[in-house]
């Protein structure tokens, strides 16, 4: 058997952050996305020429519902401390206004918790213990100011894009 330290940042996520993050209750399908790129790198111009950076990625965002992320996850080598990551996903989680991040390195997890929801602001996990989608509902939502059921239905609502009309449209779906 590999040791868990030659393993790479995918075969942590497989085999450690995945099963951990389905025991606590989120929906693979639903509500994990994986190596999410959420920016097209920086513009640089040289004269008449333009490059671009590179592009930012999260390995994982976790969502309540389409279109709601409450969390980050930053994979990294088993070689590494849990933390290592921190100050990267710190960062993303600034830039996409997700107050919840998570360092790994398949051991435990670290959450920095900026919602202010909690007293402590980093708190150490163990993989079996990782927060559950409605744990962190609550954070989101007390770091969004959502704080009466009226504010959080709306807050909950479904919408989606309607591929069949010309121009792109979103609209509400009320039922839930």
Not at 56 to 76: G, H
Request: aromatic share 14%; charged share 25%; with cysteine.
């Amino acid at each position: 058997m590999v040791s868990k330290k030659g393993l790479s940042e995918n075969s942590i996520y497989t085999h450690y952050v995945l099963p951990s993050l389905v025991k606590s209750g989120w929906d693979l399908q639903k509500q994990i996305r994986e190596n999410v790129y959420f920016t097209d790198g920086r513009i640089y111009v040289n004269g008449k020429k333009t490059t671009r950076g590179k592009r930012k990625f999260a390995d994982v965002i976790l969502y309540y519902k389409p279109n709601i992320p409450v969390a980050i996850i930053e994979i990294k080598k088993n070689t590494l401390s849990e933390s290592a990551g921190i100050q990267q996903v710190l960062d993303y989680g600034q830039i996409l206004d997700i107050p919840v991040v998570f360092s790994t390195n398949g051991d435990s997890f670290i959450e920095h918790d900026r919602s202010g929801y909690s007293q402590l602001i980093e708190i150490q996990h163990s993989l079996e213990c990782f927060p559950t989608p409605e744990q962190l509902w609550a954070k989101y939502q007390y770091y969004k100011g959502i704080k009466t059921p009226e504010v959080a239905k709306i807050a909950e609502f479904n919408y989606f894009f309607d591929p069949a009309g010309r121009k792109p449209r979103y609209y509400w779906e009320a039922r839930m």
